[in-house]
């Protein structure tokens, strides 16, 4: 079991680039979450899929934010365009039904 | 919404034994009490979950009173890798799918 595996660990980009994280839950669970961490909210939940499907994106800040997930073994969270307040950790999560959520490690986005 | 109430921060010895308390007073009947850690640079971990009675596994045990309205997080031998920021949460099991993370507990081990 390799657990969530997220890409990148670190991404640095300028203010106004689009910016790509990627996520793959592990295998057999049908539930994906995207968080966002930072010190002033703490850990926010950004949007929830369930079998591929997008149920809840209602944490999602802007229409610079979208995620897609294609299949059940990968999700992308892409900002477009990025700005200097995007500068987070981005966790992603994924579970079987009730079970507790498995998160990766996040990637740690800095915009300048 | 917050649904639990933790103290910010903790000391512990190193080998002691680190019990963390929460307060869940509006929880209701069909919610689990979940505990989480997050290590400095890592995702959450998921440590234990219960309902109405205590539980143990390998990483801790969890103590919930009888009127549900309060419950410990008991690491019996804390090590300095147990230093992190401990969360309790309240999470029902169906529909429920937000984990609700607030500020946390940060447990400082000590040698």
């Known amino acids: 079991d390799a657990g969530v595996i997220q890409s990148p660990r670190h991404e640095v980009t300028e203010m106004g680039q689009e910016v790509t994280l990627r996520c793959k839950p592990i295998?057999?669970?049908?539930?994906l979450f995207w968080y966002r961490q930072t010190m002033m909210r703490g850990l926010e939940l950004l949007i929830y899929f369930n079998n591929n499907v997008p149920i809840d994106d209602s944490g999602m800040p802007e229409d610079r934010f979208s995620a897609k997930m294609p299949n059940a073994s990968f999700s992308t969270l892409k900002i477009q365009p990025s700005e200097p307040r995007d500068s987070a950790v981005y966790f992603c999560?994924?579970?079987?039904?009730?079970?507790?959520?498995?998160f990766g490690n996040g990637t740690r986005l800095t915009v300048t | 919404d917050a649904k639990t109430t933790q103290p910010p921060s903790m000391d512990c010895a190193e080998g002691r034994a680190a019990n963390l308390p929460c307060n869940h007073s509006t929880i209701s009947g069909n919610e689990y009490v979940y505990w989480y850690r997050q290590i400095h640079s890592q995702g959450p971990q998921y440590i234990i979950h219960g309902l109405k009675n205590n539980e143990t596994n390998e990483m801790a045990s969890l103590i919930i009173t009888e009127d549900r309205k309060s419950s410990t997080l008991i690491l019996p031998h804390a090590t300095l890798r147990d230093t992190a920021v401990y969360y309790c949460?309240?999470?029902?099991?169906?529909?429920?799918?937000?984990?609700?993370f607030g500020a946390g507990t940060t447990v400082t081990v000590r040698a």
């Open positions: 949460i309240v999470r029902g099991v169906w529909n429920d799918y937000k984990l609700s």
């Open positions: 295998s057999g669970h049908n539930s």
């Open positions: 999560a994924s579970t079987q039904g009730n079970s507790p959520l498995h």
